[in-house]
């Protein structure tokens, strides 16, 4: 009978060892005066193993894991102009490249139809709609990945960004797998553990999941303890597959026009906090 693994050797198996990785020299790391280490980067793992790092808490990229997709260097912002100006969501206001917080409903959010985003001025909002909103001719050039087919709870987006748009360093109840469409993407990720060291926002205000740290230019004055937090870095490509675990903090920058796709879906024992969240943020009319 095979023994089973204790989680703590499974973690340090996972990042040390595990499946075939790939021969792509990582990215240099984007902010070299903290400790950041490149993540780990698997070809082709079996749903069970991504099952395994996303149980550990570990970010994994997958080179390639939206290879065969027909959306994958097709959906530009030119693209969607062109063939889903009616797709209806969410905008989300920025200011100086990042998301805009205001201090009573959290982000500052308008509906809004993509075409009338992207003729717009589309430097100044981040777009999101759901991936259901979008024709089905242009949904079967976009299925769901392997990794998270039939999860409980699934929620599927589409991001649309311009370049240098900056998604801020925050967290996610549910795991979170995300989908270089088009364009490219660098992250920086940390563990839930170092909540104390990323200074997050109080958890009585707007924006309880987000870090007051400005995480691309820090500031160590004002957060001393942020050197003592030990995270990864990546950069993702078009066709690249980022698994990010539930509750792990995450920063996004956009390296140039950038469609991306985003599949959510919170495990058994996130289950009951994530819907005990969705109905704080209702209550409250915060747009988080």
């Not at 749903?47 to 097709?74: E, T, W």
Request: net charge positive.
């Amino acid at each position: 009978m095979t023994r089973r693994l204790p989680l703590v050797a499974r973690r340090q198996d996972l990042e040390q060892t595990g499946e075939t990785k790939s021969r792509t020299k990582p990215p240099e790391n984007p902010v070299p005066n903290l400790p950041l280490r490149a993540v780990r980067r698997l070809a082709r793992p079996t749903a069970r193993v991504v099952h395994r790092f996303a149980r550990a808490g570990l970010p994994l990229v997958i080179p390639n894991g939206l290879d065969g997709q027909s959306a994958v260097g097709l959906w530009t912002h030119d693209y969607l102009l062109s063939s889903a100006p009616n797709v209806l969501g969410h905008t989300y206001e920025l200011s100086g490249g990042s998301v805009r917080i205001d201090d009573r409903t959290g982000f500052r959010v308008r509906s809004l139809n993509l075409g009338a985003y992207l003729n717009g001025d589309a430097r100044a909002a981040y777009f999101r709609a759901r991936l259901d909103a979008f024709p089905a001719r242009l949904r079967g050039d976009l299925s769901t990945p392997e990794y998270c087919q039939g999860r409980l709870r699934l929620r599927s987006n589409v991001w649309v960004s311009p370049r240098d748009t900056v998604t801020h360093l925050h967290f996610d109840l549910p795991h979170n797998l995300i989908g270089q469409v088009s364009g490219s993407k660098q992250f920086i990720l940390y563990p839930a553990r170092e909540y104390r060291n990323l200074y997050p926002f109080p958890i009585w205000s707007s924006a309880p999941h987000l870090s007051r740290v400005d995480i691309q230019r820090p500031d160590f004055r004002a957060f001393p303890r942020l050197p003592l937090a030990s995270g990864w870095y990546c950069r993702l490509e078009e066709g690249d597959l980022l698994l990010v675990p539930s509750r792990m903090w995450h920063h996004a920058l956009a390296l140039g026009d950038s469609v991306t796709v985003n599949h959510w879906w919170p495990s058994y024992p996130v289950l009951p906090l994530a819907v005990a969240s969705d109905l704080y943020k209702r209550i409250r009319s915060l747009n988080i």
